[in-house]
């Protein structure tokens, strides 16, 4: 028999393939994986509710637009008065009730 060199053991030892290795999977992974979930979930419903709310902005943000337009074809005093009365109209829809 062939003796082995004593730098022969060492490198067998440094670069021999590990047996039964698996790539490794933590608890921190599937949580990280859960809470992604979740947030989509969360997104996703909080698209379909805002989804009429957004159309109806919409609608809303023409009809501004068209005062806005209305207004500055008029006089300063014309046009403040009532942009007033526009704005208290949207605070009083906006209150906390």
């Not at 637009?65 to 005093?77: F, K, Q, T, Y």
């Amino acid at each position: 028999m062939a003796e082995k060199s004593p730098g022969e053991e060492l490198w067998k030892r440094t670069y021999e393939p590990i047996s039964g290795w698996k790539p490794a999977r933590s608890e921190s992974t599937s949580v990280v994986g859960g809470a992604f979930n979740e947030v989509y979930k969360a997104k996703e419903s909080l698209t379909k509710l805002l989804e009429p709310l957004s159309e109806d902005a919409k609608d809303k943000i023409k009809e501004v637009a068209r005062i806005v337009e209305d207004l500055a074809g008029r006089s300063s005093r014309e046009a403040r008065s009532l942009l007033a009365k526009t704005l208290e109209t949207i605070a009083d829809k906006i209150k906390p009730g």
